[in-house]
């Protein structure tokens, strides 16, 4: 340890955001891409090479995030939940996860006035994700 003495204090800052990008692992990687396309009813730009292949959810200046399959990218249903942004009622998109190949493991669920609502479905390719919305 050393004296804290003639240091400067570090300011304070705070991010916005902590999430920055996220990555969905795929084995199946066209089936996973179809998945997403169909219950956001998005075209994600793909990119695929003989190491790895990377589809990009559409993004307009927010956090941005892709599928990917490569050999170190394994899906599961354990670790961190991440939350898809459900637009203006979740419900829109997560009644077409099933049709889609994935399901349901919690229907929409009110959390508070505040907050709004969440539900958690396994993706096609065995990913627990969850969708949030303000209605």
């Given at each position: 340890?050393?004296?804290?003495?003639?240091?400067?204090?570090?300011?304070?800052?705070?991010?916005?955001?902590?999430?920055?990008?996220?990555e969905?692992?795929?084995?199946?990687?066209?089936?996973?891409?179809?998945?997403?396309?169909?219950?956001?009813?998005?075209?994600?730009?793909?990119?695929?090479?003989?190491?790895?292949?990377?589809?990009?959810?559409?993004?307009?200046?927010?956090?941005g995030?892709?599928?990917?399959s490569?050999?170190?990218?394994?899906?599961?249903?354990?670790?961190?939940?991440?939350?898809?942004?459900?637009?203006?009622?979740?419900?829109?998109?997560?009644?077409?996860?099933?049709?889609?190949?994935?399901r349901?493991i919690?229907?929409?669920?009110?959390?508070?006035?505040?907050s709004?609502?969440?539900?958690?479905?396994?993706?096609s390719?065995?990913?627990?994700?969850?969708?949030?919305?303000?209605?």
């Amino acid at each position: 340890m050393g004296s804290t003495i003639g240091r400067k204090k570090k300011k304070n800052t705070k991010s916005k955001d902590y999430i920055s990008w996220f990555e969905i692992p795929a084995v199946n990687f066209d089936q996973a891409v179809n998945f997403y396309n169909h219950i956001f009813g998005v075209e994600m730009k793909t990119l695929i090479n003989s190491d790895y292949a990377v589809a990009f959810f559409p993004s307009e200046g927010g956090i941005g995030g892709s599928i990917v399959s490569n050999s170190t990218s394994m899906p599961t249903d354990a670790g961190p939940l991440l939350y898809l942004n459900g637009g203006n009622d979740l419900n829109t998109v997560l009644e077409k996860v099933p049709e889609a190949g994935g399901r349901i493991i919690m229907n929409k669920t009110f959390i508070d006035e505040d907050s709004g609502y969440f539900a958690v479905f396994i993706d096609s390719e065995g990913n627990k994700l969850a969708l949030h919305s303000k209605k």
